[in-house]
């Protein structure tokens, strides 16, 4: 709840924030601007003595002023108008003509209502009342996520947005709650919504005697200069008017012929309490305090921003609870996923350890410090994807358990896909890496194969007998949230040559998620709650979603999506592939591909609008019977979508090739290509995509280069299944 109003609030108030903290910013420096433009007020000059020296100089004074940031000001009337300069408060010498900054008038008129009059204002007052909401927030997600109150000062942990706005926040909490504090009640009074600060003087009149010289009333000669903040003087041609002396703890009227206090009228509290705001918020009091608020204001935008990058990542993150900060916990469970799942099991996980007694904090396998070794011992859940390869959450985690200061015990858990030859495989190297550093073992690692509950709970009971607990892993894996799909076209290849091939394409509906060529959509075939994933080769904006099927033999999915007729309805779930997309660019890119592989390479070369050089090598085993997007690819070639084609068919008579043939074969073309900072995407089978990485292992050898330096470098990619 704490979290969802942070969130709410945070980004509906970003843009207006950024303006108001921008120009909130500006306005800080107004103090030490004034403060440099005007000598300081020195104690020990009396008003009567400031109000003789000015009137020696003018004719007709109105009043002497000293604004917020010390300066004096007189406004006269010598005959030529009325004008206003500023003085020196210690001798009432005139200092040039008084000119109020446009650009601080203008930052002034900005922060207040936006420059839109009242609507303006009221959004300047909900942006207010946003800050203090999310000041307030923040506070306390900070100090509950360090371990309480008391904890506030401990480092922020986790990822670089993580710890900046940590790290920043706590350092501008104090000067942004002030602004937000004080901005709210400034609103409401401007709103009316508060109590009339005014206490109003009563009227007055002098007993109209002769005007005694101003230097001599001893009203104004037992003030300090230092004290005012406005004298009026008394109209020329009314011998009944009177002096009005304005200081912070009320307003005087004094007799210009005696000198006299005729009345006294003290500042109300209502009144006391909205200038200490007005003091607060505009810091004008104190440069240095007015810098400080600027500095405080000035994060705001760097916590919207870090705010909204944490915010995606959580989205992207399912909803986890973890019972214990990490501080206090003695177990704490890491979790390397990519499509979520993971996340559900670490909760059950976490939920049954709990309830046994355990304190458990939980964190994406990515986010481990040294913070969390403090517990006792170390559960880690990690799925698999691509060839052995780490999930979305644990990318950075084996170069990160190298720079760890302390070993504890540890259990490893795999989540993988036995259909895949590297079942569990990222779950294995972080066993062997553990291992080769020598954390102690809490149980030995186990891989559950399709997210099996029963052999989770197995493994559950296994952990229990290790930890002296009964532990009962009871999992029941949420189902994704689906839309229906219906098939609207199909086109069928390969049947001929014992491979058969489905393009198979589905109208999208309105309410569909965003997707892009190259993501995956998760279908649950009828009698399996298990999900399939193929790659799509349209995006959203084609208005229809489109995958190439190869028939599996006894394949549940792919047979009854071969059998769908038009018309039918699939349901269905897109699932982002960040680590499958081309590369922001022009660099030019090296699609590989065979079968059914070609689907979100297909696509890429579709959506290339930017005519990017984009090389397609793909594989078939006849140019009669499976050459998937024969027609489509030669329209994007004429269109320059894609550069350049090469084929390869295995039951070709008199020129059977795979594709890894004419990678090889084009190796010169190919090392130019790479030299200019090519990008390689394959997809495709596992058999195919090993050969092919041979082949361009032995293309760049020479270029200086090998695969693993192009794979760290995001430079070669591969989705293989
Ligand atoms: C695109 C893709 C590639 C996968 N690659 C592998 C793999 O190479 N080895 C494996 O054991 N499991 C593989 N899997 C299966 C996942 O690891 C398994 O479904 C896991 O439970 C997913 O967990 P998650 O939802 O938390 O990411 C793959 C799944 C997908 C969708």
């Known amino acids: 709840m704490l979290r969802r109003l942070h969130s709410v609030a945070g980004l509906a108030l970003a843009l207006l924030l950024v303006a108001i903290a921008a120009t909130g910013v500006g306005l800080s420096l107004q103090p030490a601007v004034d403060r440099l433009a005007a000598p300081a007020i020195a104690p020990g000059v009396s008003v009567a003595a400031l109000a003789k020296a000015v009137a020696a100089r003018h004719q007709r004074v109105d009043a002497i002023r000293v604004s917020g940031g010390g300066a004096v000001t007189v406004s006269f009337n010598d005959g030529a108008g009325k004008q206003v300069e500023i003085v020196d408060p210690r001798t009432g010498a005139g200092l040039g003509a008084y000119r109020p900054s446009e650009t601080f008038r203008w930052l002034a008129d900005m922060h207040r209502s936006l420059l839109m009059g009242d609507s303006g204002r009221i959004a300047v007052a909900l942006s207010a009342l946003g800050l203090l909401a999310l000041s307030l927030t923040g506070a306390v997600m900070l100090a509950r996520s360090l371990g309480g109150a008391g904890a506030l000062l401990r480092p922020v942990r986790g990822g670089a947005a993580r710890r900046w706005h940590g790290e920043l926040g706590r350092l501008a909490l104090a000067g942004l709650l002030l602004s937000a504090l004080t901005g709210t009640f400034l609103s409401a009074t401007t709103f009316g919504l508060l109590p009339g600060a005014e206490n109003p003087a009563p009227a007055v009149a002098a007993k109209g005697g002769p005007a005694a010289p101003v230097g001599r009333l001893a009203g104004l000669a037992a003030v300090d200069v230092a004290d005012l903040e406005r004298l009026t003087f008394p109209a020329r041609n009314d011998p009944t ?391 489509e690819l030669a329209e994007r070639l004429a269109q320059r979508r894609l550069t350049s084609l090469r084929t390869a068919f295995s039951r070709h008579p008199a020129d059977a090739a795979y594709v890894q043939d004419r990678v090889a074969d084009d190796a010169h073309r190919l090392r130019v290509l790479i030299r200019a900072e090519a990008q390689i995407l394959v997809c495709g089978g596992r058999d195919m995509a090993r050969a092919v990485a041979e082949t361009i292992e032995a293309v760049v050898r020479p270029l200086g280069l090998d695969l693993a330096t192009l794979k760290s470098n995001g430079r070669y990619l591969e989705d293989v299944y």
């Open 241 to 631: 008017d009177v002096f009005t002396l304005r200081q912070s703890r009320g307003e005087a009227v004094v007799d210009p012929s005696t000198g006299r206090i005729l009345a006294f009228t003290p500042t109300s509290t209502m009144d006391r309490i909205g200038r200490l705001a007005n003091a607060l918020h505009t810091g004008r009091f104190s440069w240095a305090f007015a810098l400080f608020l600027g500095l405080s204001t000035a994060a705001a935008p760097v916590l919207g921003a870090t705010g909204f990058l944490m915010w995606r990542r959580r989205r992207a993150t399912p909803r986890v609870i973890a019972p214990a900060p990490t501080a206090d916990a003695d177990t704490v469970i890491l979790v390397g996923s990519e499509g979520g799942s993971t996340w559900g099991f670490a909760q059950t996980l976490s939920r049954a350890l709990s309830e046994a007694g355990q304190r458990v904090s939980l964190a994406a396998m990515d986010d481990i410090d040294n913070a969390h070794l403090r517990a006792q011992k170390l559960v880690i859940l990690a799925a698999t994807y691509g060839d052995g390869d780490a999930p979305a959450s644990a990318k950075k985690f084996l170069e990160k358990l190298g720079g760890l200061e302390r070993r504890i015990p540890v259990a490893v858990l795999g989540f993988g896909d036995r259909t895949f030859p590297s079942f569990c495989g990222y779950a294995e190297r972080v066993v062997a890496a553990l291992d080769a550093q020598g954390w102690p073992r809490l149980i030995a690692p186990k891989r559950i194969d399709r997210q099996s509950a029963q052999e989770f709970a197995q493994w559950g009971r296994d952990l229990g007998a290790a930890l002296g607990c009964a532990l009962t892993l009871e999992h029941v894996a949420e189902p994704p949230k689906t839309n229906a799909f219906a098939l609207v076209g199909r086109e069928t290849y390969g049947e001929a040559v014992g491979a058969p091939v489905a393009i198979l394409r589905f109208a999208s509906p309105g309410n569909a998620p965003r997707f892009e060529a190259g993501d995956l959509v998760g279908i649950v075939p009828p009698g399996s709650a298990m999900p399939r994933f193929y790659s799509l080769v349209s995006s959203r904006r084609d208005g229809v979603l489109e995958i190439c099927v190869r028939l599996q033999p006894g394949g549940l999915c792919s047979t009854w999506l071969h059998s769908l007729k038009a018309g039918e309805q699939i349901e269905a779930f897109i699932r982002d592939n960040p680590s499958f997309r081309p590369v922001e660019g022009r660099a030019p890119l090296i699609l590989i591909g065979a079968g059914a592989g070609i689907a979100p390479l297909a696509g890429f070369v579709r959506a290339n609008d930017s005519e990017r050089p984009m090389h397609l090598y793909w594989g078939g085993r006849s140019a009669a019977s499976d050459f998937l997007y024969e027609h």
